[in-house]
């Protein structure tokens, strides 16, 4: 690393990167120059050092980089295409090295007035998961959405609605789609499985659910999302009834008897929802109430993996741990109960 005057009275600092390729900047004065070096060597230092040319690189560029390794269903990747288009009207045009979490915490202020709380949260997560992803393949040094101050990426703890919710909701759909709200809350299924479940899945007489695709023959979600689900009699008799009364290959049609997209199904429960006044509420929170339902009931997780067809137990718990109920008596039971064969 050195600092020397040129002939034009600017300050030439100059250095190596750990590959040993020089990099060079021409200051005015020359604290300005001992100040940058000051910052590229402790970035080396640190390991959160990236190549100048990097840093230059704009948000969007970088944002669609990623978007064409990120692997996931096409949905997932149209999803993320969505929320990077809001995201790119703030940072789309700057250089990714520049982005400061300072910024990120007024953006993260200007979204909160425009959209939910739970849009909100999703657009800052996914602005965490690109930055992060930046930092891995060392364009940026670090994240300024993890640092002290910055966004951090939220999981966010799943709302439990109460059962009156679920009526209400039930009561305001359009009839020929009520039954998707059953499916969501007594049987767990996702808006794109309903959406996709037809007559050949569903056995009548035993009472069982066989999901076998979602919406336009997608694939689902994981490997266990093919198990198939036992229902109750009266969900297994609604279903009859949806059977009889609105004939179809579907279980869930429109008028002229073919398949309901997610994308129109969701805005019926969009349309519900803001009848009743439900704040911040998703179809997938019926699937969360199907799941506290079995917690309630004294599920282990085992079974409730099973049931909502998780890849690992791993995944109901970071989900649900919080909806079991509290151990410390059943502790101190045991540990009881020990002592006593002394």
């Not at 969009?270 to 339902?293: G, W």
Request: hydrophobic share 35%; net charge positive.
């Amino acid at each position: 690393m050195s600092i020397q005057r040129r002939p034009n009275g600017k300050w030439r600092a100059r250095y190596r990167d750990l590959e040993g390729r020089e990099h060079a900047k021409h200051f005015t004065y020359k604290a300005e120059a001992e100040e940058w070096l000051r910052r590229e060597k402790s970035a080396l230092v640190e390991g959160r050092w990236s190549s100048p040319s990097d840093r230059r690189m704009l948000f969007r560029d970088w944002a669609e980089r990623w978007l064409a390794g990120y692997h996931a269903r096409p949905s997932t990747v149209r999803v993320a295409r969505t929320h990077l288009k809001v995201i790119n009207k703030k940072f789309g045009s700057r250089p990714i090295g520049e982005i400061k979490a300072s910024e990120i915490r007024a953006w993260s202020v200007e979204i909160t007035k425009q959209y939910s709380a739970g849009y909100s949260r999703i657009l800052r997560s996914r602005l965490f998961q690109v930055l992060e992803a930046a930092v891995q393949d060392g364009v940026i040094g670090r994240n300024p959405a993890k640092i002290r101050g910055g966004m951090r990426a939220e999981r966010r703890r799943p709302r439990i609605v109460p059962q009156q919710v679920v009526w209400d909701l039930y009561d305001t759909v359009k009839p020929r789609w009520r039954v998707a709200v059953l499916l969501g809350a007594f049987a767990g299924l996702r808006v794109g499985e309903v959406c996709g479940l037809t007559w050949n899945d569903v056995d009548l007489v035993t009472g069982l659910l066989s999901p076998s695709q979602q919406w336009k023959g997608a694939p689902l979600k994981t490997r266990e999302s093919y198990n198939p689900i036992p229902i109750p009699e009266n969900l297994t008799q609604a279903l009859r009834d949806q059977y009889y009364n609105y004939p179809s290959e579907w279980v869930i049609s429109n008028q002229s008897g073919g398949p309901v997209s997610p994308r129109v199904f969701q805005y019926e429960i969009q349309r519900a929802k803001t009848e009743l006044r439900i704040p911040d509420f998703r179809f997938h929170d019926l699937r969360h109430f199907y799941a506290s339902a079995l917690i309630k009931s004294g599920a282990d997780v085992k079974l409730v993996q099973a049931r909502v067809r998780h890849r690992s137990a791993v995944v109901t718990l970071d989900t649900y741990a919080h909806l079991w109920p509290d151990s410390d008596e059943l502790t101190r039971r045991a540990l009881d109960a020990m002592w006593k064969t002394r």
